[in-house]
């Protein structure tokens, strides 16, 4: 059996209502560290990014961040075998989504998938459709995949 990992949620920042008047917006955070073999996981990030974004966003942003990050936790965890953090970061005009995993230092990218794909190669179509902007980091160790979505709450 596979040793779970420990889950880690950071959220920093103060929400629209908790500026002092005069004070400037700080970005808000969210911070998730997702285990390789927490497949559930998918699921609980994306109930805590919606719960983040409650008061921050709007209900078509918040709708397609859920989706974007599923996708990209998902492919974290498939296709490098180890575990990922998810970093949301929020302020009044755009969201970001980070997802870093520290094992692949292969840079995907989007393809048309086939008929006998089935679902799979669909993730990065979805983001590249839904996301305000998209891209890829290398890092030191394993890569960040990460998309915006501008606007924020209406």
Do not use: C
């Not at 927490?38 to 983040?52: I, K, P, T, W, Y």
């Not at 970093?87 to 393809?111: G, I, K, M, W």
């Amino acid at each position: 059996m596979a040793k779970r990992q420990k889950r880690t949620t950071v959220v920093e920042g103060r929400g629209p209502r908790g500026r002092r008047p005069g004070e400037a917006s700080q970005p808000a955070r969210m911070r998730r560290r997702v285990g390789h073999a927490e497949r559930s996981a998918v699921g609980e990030v994306r109930r805590e990014l919606r719960e983040f974004l409650r008061h921050r966003s709007g209900q078509e942003q918040t709708d397609a961040a859920e989706l974007l990050v599923s996708e990209l936790v998902t492919n974290a965890l498939i296709h490098t075998r180890h575990g990922a953090v998810v970093t949301a970061t929020a302020t009044a005009a755009r969201l970001r989504v980070e997802v870093q995993d520290f094992a692949s230092e292969d840079l995907p990218a989007p393809y048309v998938p086939n008929a006998d794909d089935g679902t799979h190669g669909r993730g990065l179509i979805l983001v590249r459709s839904l996301a305000d902007a998209w891209g890829v980091e290398a890092r030191a160790l394993g890569k960040t995949v990460w998309f915006e979505l501008h606007g924020g709450r209406p």
